[in-house]
């Protein structure tokens, strides 16, 4: 069903609520509930789309579910954008990035890919393929910053 997009993207804009309220020096004041707003018309979406299911086809629900899926990854990419060239904060971007931003887009790639009309072969070994590459890239940078602060803890120790 097309609708899984629109939850999805609901929760990814009830995610970036909560995490501009953690950053709440980092961000405007409003924008968490910019982004509960857009979470709260998610399910307003929802319960739309369930009152016309039989007037709207599966093409159409697809094609707003995904305009809507794209709005949420367009806002997690533009918040990534505001901490690093407004806020000029070069470590938490790359945080962001590697925490929120790709995984978001690689997993929500991911479930478009799988939705049957766009099944193909290469794109399912490609997506497959970033997804082992991202495991093996996260796991690595895992490693890496924990060697460095049980590194730095034990200088502190000294």
Known sequence: MPEFFLLIA???????????????????????????????????????????????????????????????????????????????????????AGAITFPSVLINAYFVNQYYPFQTNILLMMMESGFLFSAILVGAATMLLRQKSLAKGSEELE
Not at 19 to 34: A, E, G, H, Q
Not at 48 to 59: A, D, H, P, R, Y
């Open 10 to 96: 609901t929760n990814l804009f009830l995610l970036l609520s909560l995490v501009t309220c953690l950053l709440d020096t980092r961000f405007p004041k409003m924008l968490p509930y910019v982004f509960e707003v857009a979470a709260l018309a998610g399910f307003g979406h929802l319960l739309i789309s369930k009152e016309f299911l039989t007037v709207f086809g599966e093409q159409m629900r697809f094609w707003y579910s995904f305009a809507y899926l794209v709005v949420a990854l367009v806002s997690i990419l533009a918040s990534n954008a505001y901490i690093l060239f407004v806020k000029r904060s070069v470590k938490i971007a790359q945080i962001w």
